[in-house]
């Protein structure tokens, strides 16, 4: 066998720039496929990769926003995908989220982007330190709870949703805290598979915001995690929800809480900060750098991000700002 060509400049928000660089080597190479091994964002930059080495123009026209899921073809190469962290999911899903050359952190979407082969090994995560094991595992918490009260109908992926939540909820504590619990790593993996598995249903608030926040460069560089965002954001979208019709007719807090063990009138968004303080994540946006001088641009681009159009409830650029001071 020959020799395989590596790229390992995957950032932790995955840029044009270096979508392009991975598309180059591939070229260059004549590669044939690509193995994507890590987390999310290796996995997104490997999809980017695969639509920017077999089709013309940059990758805005691309991005489900502009209507480029159409544009995107089978002329994409093969794609094996080697999940080293529990959370993102991108290792089953259609979906990637990267960052263009304007600066905003779009979606991508088409069937052609879903891995050929999705290789999940749990003791591949044995090595995650704690604080990336939460803000991953908290990815796939709200990955499972967005979808399920997106207001589509689709009761097979409510059922993986919530099966997913309870395996995430009940075992995140022990994966974090005891990185070498490979029972606590399975059901996470699993976790994080159901998640995206479900994602046909759609996201919401919480995965709008995370996008437009995750674009913010602090210190000269994008490095603000998916997953930890999530967590700090997911209390005040939850409580923004409350009202929705959708939320209120169908019981949906009443499931969400039953899936998590929580007593019948908890309150969800406590205990989801609550649960970020056991995990020794985050609580604020300050924490992580930003503070209200980012709010229009991104509140902006929120609403006009794709998760925007799934979430129960139509959040106006007052409710985003809203949710935005509610989680600082």
Avoid at 66 to 85: H, K, M, N, W
Wanted: aromatic share 4%; net charge negative; proline share 5%.
């Amino acid at each position: 066998m020959g020799r395989v060509p590596v790229f390992d400049e995957t950032p932790s928000n995955p840029t044009e720039a270096m979508v392009m660089a991975a598309a180059a080597g591939y070229r260059e190479q004549a590669c044939d496929g690509l193995i994507a091994v890590g987390g999310g964002s290796s996995i997104d930059l490997a999809k980017g990769a695969a639509i920017a080495a077999t089709h013309p123009g940059g990758l805005t026209r691309y991005a489900t926003v502009e209507g480029g899921s159409d544009r995107i073809t089978q002329a994409v190469p093969p794609l094996i995908a080697v999940p080293t962290t529990a959370g993102s999911g991108s290792e089953v899903a259609r979906g990637a989220a990267l960052i263009v050359e304007d600066g905003r952190k779009l979606s991508f979407h088409s069937w052609h982007l879903v891995p050929r082969s999705a290789i999940c090994d749990p003791g591949l995560t044995l090595g995650l330190p704690a604080t990336l094991t939460a803000g991953t595992g908290m990815d796939a918490i709200t990955h499972c709870i967005e979808t399920f009260l997106a207001p589509a109908f689709n009761p097979p992926a409510e059922g993986i949703a919530l099966d997913g939540l309870e395996r995430a909820w009940a075992h995140i504590e022990r994966a974090t805290h005891d990185g070498d619990d490979r029972d606590a790593r399975l059901h996470m993996m699993s976790a994080s598979l159901q998640g995206a598995m479900a994602f046909q249903k759609g996201v919401g608030c919480a995965h709008a915001l995370s996008h437009a926040l995750g674009a913010i460069a602090i210190d000269g560089q994008t490095q603000l995690h998916h997953g930890t965002l999530n967590a700090v954001l997911l209390p005040a979208v939850l409580r923004f929800n409350e009202t929705a019709a959708s939320v209120v007719e169908q019981r949906r807090y009443v499931r969400l809480r039953r899936a998590m063990g929580l007593p019948e009138e908890a309150d969800l968004a406590q205990a989801v900060y609550d649960m970020n303080v056991r995990l020794g994540l985050p609580t604020g946006l300050r924490q992580l750098g930003l503070d209200e001088s980012t709010f229009d641009r991104v509140i902006g681009n929120a609403r006009a991000d794709y998760c925007h159009r799934t979430n129960p409830r139509e959040a106006t650029p007052a409710d985003y700002r809203s949710m935005l001071c509610e989680s600082l």
